[in-house]
C-alpha cells in the first residue's frame, strides 16, 4: 500500500536511521537479550546523530523536529531492523515531554541537555507492587520538608530502570487526598534511591525493566515538575501521545510479522507446491493484508490529528 504521509526528507531520513540500525543495532541485538540490557553507550551513539529528543529546542542541542513521523519512522524501522527491546522512544517522546511540558526554564536547562546526548538516561516510575492499573492505590509518599521532598516508597516493573539517571517517579503528597500525586526527578546516586532486581521477562528481553526503592531520599524543590498536587493532570496530558507511540509500535510488529509469514510461506513446500499455493493460506494472508492495511491508514490519519493538535501541521 503506498502511503502519503511521508515527504522525500522523511524518507531520507528512514533510510539514515535504517543504516544505523543494521551497522549498531542489528549485529548486536541477540548479546542485548541475552544480557537483558542494552549498554548504556548505546543511547550515546543515537544522540551523537541527532536521534533522540528529536524535538528539544536548539539551545538545549536538540534539532528542533517537534514533527512525530520522525518518531513514528524510528520506531517503524526498530520493528523491522533494530530491537524493540532498546526503549529510547520511552526516553525521548515519552518522559523527555514531562520535562519539557511540565518544567520550568531552570529544568530545561539542566536536565533536557544531556538527555539529548545520550548522557542522561530517563525512565518513569508509577506502577507499583501493589498499584498498576489503580494508580491511586500507590504507596510512595513525599513530604513536603520546607526546602526539600523527602520520598519514600518503592516502584516496580520500570523501563530503563537499572540504565536510568533519572527517573520521574510519582508519589502521593497529601495523606489526606489519594488523587494529589506529585512529579519528582530522582537522580542517579541520591542517598537511600536503589535499585532491586532487573525482572526476566517473555518478551522485549534487552530491556531492563526493574524495581526501585526509596528510603527518605531528599528530593531537591529543584527537581519537583510543576505543581506538586497535580501529577494526575500531568501524567493524563500525555497519555493521548503515548498510545499513539504505542498503537504505532504494535503495528510496525504487525507489519513485520506479517512480512515474516509471507517469507515463510513462499518458502516452505508441502505436498509437493509452496505453502504460498495453498488456496486457505492464500485467503489468509490477503485477509491479514487488508487488516493491516486498513489499521495504516486509521493510524497515520492520527498521527495527522496529532501533529495538527500540537499545531506544527496545518
Ligand atoms: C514490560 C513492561 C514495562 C513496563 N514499564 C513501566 C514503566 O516504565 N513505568 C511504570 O510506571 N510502569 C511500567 N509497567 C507497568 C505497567 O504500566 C503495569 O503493568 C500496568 O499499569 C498494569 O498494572 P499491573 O500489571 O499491576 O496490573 P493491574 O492492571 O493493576 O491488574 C492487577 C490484577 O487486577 C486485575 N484487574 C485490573 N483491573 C481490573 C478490572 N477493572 N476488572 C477486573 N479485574 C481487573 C488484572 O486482571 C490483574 O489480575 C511496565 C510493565 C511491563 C510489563
Given at each position: 500500500?503506498k502511503?502519503?504521509?511521508?515527504?522525500?526528507?522523511?524518507e531520507m531520513?528512514?533510510?539514515q536511521y535504517?543504516k544505523?540500525?543494521?551497522k549498531?543495532?542489528?549485529?548486536n541485538?541477540?548479546?542485548?537479550r541475552?544480557?537483558?540490557?542494552?549498554?548504556?553507550?548505546?543511547?550515546?551513539?543515537?544522540?551523537a546523530?541527532g536521534?533522540?529528543?528529536?524535538?528539544a529546542d536548539?539551545?538545549?542541542?536538540?534539532?528542533g523536529?517537534?514533527?512525530f513521523r520522525?518518531?513514528?519512522?524510528m520506531?517503524?524501522?526498530?520493528?523491522?531492523?533494530?530491537e524493540?527491546?532498546?526503549?529510547?522512544t520511552?526516553?525521548?517522546?515519552?518522559?523527555a515531554p514531562?520535562?519539557?511540558?511540565?518544567g520550568n526554564a531552570e529544568?530545561h536547562a539542566?536536565?533536557l541537555?544531556?538527555c539529548?546526548?545520550?548522557?542522561?538516561?530517563?525512565a518513569?516510575a508509577m506502577t507499583e507492587?501493589d498499584?498498576?492499573?489503580?494508580?491511586a492505590?500507590m504507596k510512595t509518599r513525599?513530604?513536603d520538608?520546607?526546602d526539600y521532598?523527602?520520598l519514600s516508597?518503592?516502584?516496580?516493573?520500570i523501563?530503563?530502570?537499572?540504565n536510568?539517571d533519572?527517573i520521574?517517579?510519582?508519589?502521593?503528597t497529601?495523606?489526606e487526598?489519594?488523587r494529589?500525586?506529585g512529579?519528582?526527578?530522582?537522580?542517579?546516586?541520591?542517598?537511600?534511591?536503589?535499585r532491586?532486581?532487573n525482572?526476566?521477562?517473555?518478551?522485549l528481553?534487552?530491556?531492563?525493566?526493574?524495581?526501585?526503592?526509596f528510603?527518605?531520599?531528599?528530593?531537591?524543590?529543584h527537581?519537583?515538575?510543576g505543581?506538586?498536587?497535580?501529577?494526575?493532570?500531568?501524567l493524563?496530558?500525555g497519555?493521548?501521545?503515548?498510545?499513539?507511540?504505542g498503537?504505532?509500535?504494535y503495528?510496525s510488529a504487525?507489519q513485520?510479522?506479517?512480512?515474516?509469514t509471507?517469507n515463510?510461506v513462499q518458502?516452505?513446500?508441502?505436498?509437493?507446491?509452496?505453502?504460498?499455493?495453498f488456496q486457505?493460506?492464500r485467503f489468509?494472508?490477503?485477509?491479514m493484508r487488508?487488516e493491516?492495511?486498513v489499521?495504516?491508514?486509521?493510524?497515520?490519519?492520527c498521527?495527522?490529528?496529532?501533529m495538527?493538535?500540537?499545531k506544527?501541521?496545518?
Amino acid at each position: 500500500m503506498k502511503r502519503t504521509l511521508f515527504t522525500d526528507e522523511h524518507e531520507m531520513f528512514r533510510d539514515q536511521y535504517r543504516k544505523f540500525l543494521k551497522k549498531e543495532v542489528q549485529p548486536n541485538a541477540a548479546a542485548w537479550r541475552e544480557a537483558g540490557i542494552v549498554p548504556r553507550e548505546m543511547f550515546e551513539k543515537m544522540g551523537a546523530l541527532g536521534y533522540l529528543l528529536t524535538w528539544a529546542d536548539e539551545i538545549h542541542g536538540g534539532l528542533g523536529l517537534e514533527d512525530f513521523r520522525y518518531q513514528q519512522i524510528m520506531l517503524e524501522e526498530d520493528a523491522t531492523y533494530g530491537e524493540p527491546g532498546f526503549y529510547h522512544t520511552l526516553h525521548s517522546r515519552l518522559v523527555a515531554p514531562y520535562i519539557k511540558n511540565i518544567g520550568n526554564a531552570e529544568q530545561h536547562a539542566s536536565f533536557l541537555p544531556k538527555c539529548v546526548t545520550g548522557e542522561h538516561i530517563l525512565a518513569v516510575a508509577m506502577t507499583e507492587p501493589d498499584a498498576g492499573s489503580d494508580l491511586a492505590g500507590m504507596k510512595t509518599r513525599a513530604v513536603d520538608k520546607g526546602d526539600y521532598w523527602e520520598l519514600s516508597g518503592s516502584k516496580t516493573y520500570i523501563s530503563n530502570g537499572i540504565n536510568a539517571d533519572l527517573i520521574v517517579t510519582a508519589a502521593k503528597t497529601n495523606p489526606e487526598n489519594p488523587r494529589q500525586i506529585g512529579l519528582f526527578i530522582v537522580e542517579r546516586g541520591m542517598e537511600g534511591f536503589e535499585r532491586g532486581r532487573n525482572l526476566k521477562k517473555l518478551g522485549l528481553k534487552a530491556q531492563d525493566t526493574a524495581e526501585l526503592f526509596f528510603s527518605n531520599v531528599k528530593i531537591p524543590k529543584h527537581n519537583v515538575l510543576g505543581d506538586a498536587h497535580k501529577g494526575f493532570h500531568y501524567l493524563m496530558q500525555g497519555l493521548a501521545e503515548e498510545r499513539l507511540l504505542g498503537s504505532v509500535g504494535y503495528l510496525s510488529a504487525a507489519q513485520r510479522a506479517f512480512e515474516l509469514t509471507k517469507n515463510y510461506v513462499q518458502e516452505r513446500r508441502a505436498f509437493g507446491k509452496s505453502v504460498s499455493e495453498f488456496q486457505n493460506t492464500r485467503f489468509k494472508m490477503a485477509e491479514m493484508r487488508a487488516e493491516i492495511d486498513v489499521a495504516q491508514v486509521y493510524i497515520d490519519h492520527c498521527v495527522v490529528c496529532d501533529m495538527r493538535l500540537h499545531k506544527y501541521m496545518l
